[in-house]
């Protein structure tokens, strides 16, 4: 099961999550990495960085593995 459709079937909202991992691999792809101060400076606020940032970390995974990983 993937990240975005176990947050589906969690009812939770998706959106947030999916513009926080998109700006994260923004973040990555640009400098190689992202800070909380660089998530602010997109407008995310401080309750949302701690809400949404494990799941946004879960798509970004998916989308974007780390050098070496296979994807399944």
Same mark, same amino acid.
């Given at each position: 099961m993937t990240a975005l459709r176990k947050m589906k079937d969690e009812d939770e909202p998706i959106h947030v999550a999916v513009r926080m991992a998109e700006a994260i691999i923004e973040c990555l792809e640009i400098t190689g990495h992202c800070r909380i101060l660089d998530m602010e400076a997109k407008g995310f606020s401080r309750d949302e960085l701690a809400r949404y940032w494990p !799941?946004?970390?879960?798509?970004?995974?998916?989308? +974007? %593995? +780390? %050098?070496?990983? +296979?994807? !399944?």
């Open positions: !799941h946004a970390m879960k798509i970004v995974e998916e989308k +974007r %593995p +780390r %050098p070496g990983q +296979r994807l !399944h």
